[in-house]
């Protein structure tokens, strides 16, 4: 069920750049709020929509390097009301069934695990910590169709001014009693 969550948000995320800058025209009856934008953030860039009645604040960067060359490579970092830190990586193609993509930064690997053509954090606040000490995040990963490995590199500058953001246009919400 989270990944499927998190593929449909990926989903919306390629056309971000652009839905977050329009506006409706004056006088139009309130839609189903679209993304906005909440800053650019160097290689980074923040914002929120509402899904479901509730907030989704999400960061997120393009991959600077890809090999084999493709589009739609997108590293992202999600916080929900329920959840926080959700890492995924939209790769551009699907992933064969039951692979495992390893995100680097620095010396420390991070596991991912794959639905679709996406792959998520297993621990999103170890990633989210690497990703604040970092300086790239290089994932490796199986290539379509399973023959060789496909290598991707994100760029980290920016991160840590791109999560603040995101944290604080959703805060954690306080411990149920």
């Known amino acids: 069920m989270r990944a499927a969550i998190l593929c449909l948000a990926l989903s919306a995320l390629v056309a971000v750049p652009a839905i ?3 506006r409706a025209p004056a006088g139009a009856a309130p839609a189903q709020q679209g993304p906005r934008r909440l800053g650019d953030f160097q290689d980074w860039i923040a914002a929120v929509h ?11 960067t393009r991959a600077s390097r ?45 596991p991912f695990y794959t639905g679709g053509n996406s792959a998520f954090a297993r621990d999103g606040r170890a990633a989210v910590a690497a990703f604040r000490g970092g300086a790239n995040a290089v994932a490796r990963g199986p290539r379509a ?10 760029s980290l500058t920016g991160f840590s001014a791109a999560y603040d953001a995101i944290s604080q246009e959703c805060p954690a919400s306080p411990p149920r009693r």
């Open 66 to 110: 890809s090999d084999p060359a493709r589009d739609g490579v997108i590293l992202t970092v999600t916080h929900r009301a329920a959840s926080r830190d959700q890492v995924a990586l939209s790769a551009g193609y699907a992933y064969p069934r039951n692979a495992a993509v390893t995100v680097a930064v620095g010396s420390r690997e991070l």
């Open 145 to 154: 169709g399973g023959r060789g490995t496909a290598t991707d590199t994100f």
């Open 20 to 22: 977050a800058q329009q």
């Open 50 to 60: 509402t899904e479901a009645g509730q907030k989704v604040c999400y960061a997120f």
